[in-house]
């Protein structure tokens, strides 16, 4: 079991990529609903967008959907939390569940209100001035989906790195 990664229209290849390369880190599952605003061929990942992160894709288990309702249908009955500035609780209030799925909406227009109504105890907000409107989508699912993990106590990921070099804690 692990979490899964909801987003719902993205519209920008570089969040895109950053997410897959959050999602490959921790072992989650990309959920992607149509329409995209980028092009994810092979041809053009390896052309375009092998910067942006999305050479990640082939270490991460992507699950598409043809549009809202379709995810919708395919996923009923799942627990899942929606993301949105319009919530009054915060992303750290949740107590997130193993499997469950965090859904981010389009980085220009966020969640379908009809859709935060429908769900609306499970939307959740992360806290910030009242001078920007949002977060970077990027940055906004790695804050929720490492706060899940640490609140599932980062199962199966502190497992010692490749990269790890004991001669640093001395």
């Given at each position: ?68 309702e379709d ?66 989508l990027s ?15 980062y199962k ?15």
């Amino acid at each position: 079991m692990a979490l899964n990664i909801v987003l719902v229209e993205p519209e920008i290849a570089v969040n895109a990529g950053n997410i897959a390369r959050t999602c490959a880190a921790i072992g989650a599952t990309l959920h992607m609903v149509k329409p995209y605003g980028f092009d994810t061929s092979d041809a053009a990942v390896k052309k375009n967008y092998k910067r942006a992160g999305l050479d990640y894709w082939d270490k991460v288990k992507i699950v598409e959907y043809d549009n809202l309702e379709d995810f919708k249908a395919k996923t009923k009955g799942k627990k899942m939390y929606l993301l949105s500035t319009k919530s009054k609780r915060t992303h750290s209030d949740v107590k997130y569940e193993d499997d469950a799925y965090l859904v981010f909406g389009p980085e220009t227009r966020g969640l379908p209100e009809d859709f935060i109504l429908e769900n609306f105890e499970n939307a959740a907000r992360i806290p910030m001035r009242d001078i920007i409107r949002s977060l970077n989508l990027s940055n906004a699912v790695a804050i929720v989906a490492y706060e899940a993990e640490r609140q599932l106590h980062y199962k199966d990921l502190l497992e010692e790195s490749p990269y790890f070099d004991d001669r640093l804690e001395k």
